[in-house]
């Protein structure tokens, strides 16, 4: 009898378990459906990486009125640029790298006001227009993350965000480390990459080895004359292209004149900037260049 009993019960607990199992495999079923693309565009959604060599213009002084072909990437303004322009880019079959300054506070900019006094440090030695943001603020990063949204809103493939360096200039006015900036870089790589955005360092070389693993390419300016391309071929060693502009007229002349042999091959053959993405531009940046 009690043989008969324990039978019983047995077979109540296998007829439960693989009631239990066939409704878990329904509702997995609900989550596995061939007809539902979801993990398809979770997948389609990584980042935009350039392969290493690849070619590039980058113009930011003004609107870009020229799209020219026989380029694989445009580098232009977030703002002076509409959603327009970047179609017009990418319907060419180029791609379309957004450019703001992440780390200063420019005049010019529209939303320039939205800076609180406390976060705006010294004025940018180079750009007496600038000064250095606290890259710390909860309110300058909020400003950014309106940026990354205008970017993701206008379909840009990547963003350049500039100035992420101030640890390099000490007198930045806002004690900023190099920690500060490896912190805000991987900040910003992270917001990117949610609104589908791609992003590369923005020279900042002595951070490379901390945050080269969310960058997916570096822009480099002067690491010729400045005898450091080395330090950026450890992007192309992760097989990420370097971008990487020369300014060998200096930076009181601006006019559509090709530089020297000898300041071309300076520009272009600097040892550790092999395969190097590189380009000779004015200073301003306008669109006249010079390749390799």
Not at 77 to 89: F, H, Q, R, V
Not at 188 to 198: D, I, N, P
Request: net charge negative.
């Amino acid at each position: 009898m009690l043989f008969k009993h324990l039978f019983g019960f047995i077979l109540s607990c296998l007829s439960l378990v693989i009631e239990t199992s066939s409704l878990a495999v329904e509702n997995l079923s609900s989550f596995t459906n061939p007809n539902d693309d979801t993990c398809a565009n979770d997948v389609s959604s990584a980042p935009w990486q350039p392969r290493v060599s690849s070619t590039w213009q980058i113009v930011l002084q003004e609107p870009l009125d020229t799209i020219e072909s026989g380029f694989d990437v445009y580098d232009i303004d977030l703002d002076e640029n509409s959603s327009d322009t970047i179609k017009a880019i990418q319907d060419k079959g180029m791609k379309a790298i957004c450019y703001f300054s992440a780390g200063s506070s420019e005049s010019a900019r529209n939303d320039s006001t939205l800076f609180r006094k406390e976060d705006l440090g010294n004025l940018l030695s180079d750009w007496r227009n600038e000064r250095w943001l606290n890259t710390r603020s909860e309110a300058v990063r909020k400003i950014m993350l309106s940026r990354l949204d205008r970017a993701a809103e206008k379909r840009c493939d990547g963003v350049d965000p500039d100035n992420v360096d101030a640890y390099s200039n000490k007198e930045n006015g806002l004690g900023l480390t190099r920690d500060d900036s490896i912190d805000y870089v991987k900040w910003l790589a992270t917001e990117a990459h949610k609104r589908g955005l791609s992003i590369g360092l923005k020279n900042a070389g002595e951070i490379i080895n901390q945050t080269i693993a969310v960058m997916e390419w570096s822009v480099n300016e002067e690491c010729a004359a400045k005898a450091e391309c080395k330090v950026f071929s450890e992007f192309v060693r992760n097989g990420k292209a370097v971008f990487h502009v020369e300014y060998p007229k200096g930076k009181d002349r601006i006019d559509n004149i090709p530089v020297s042999e000898e300041q071309r091959k300076a520009a272009c053959e600097a040892k550790g900037s092999e395969r190097f993405s590189t380009l000779i531009k004015n200073s301003n940046l306008d669109k006249w260049l010079q390749r390799c």
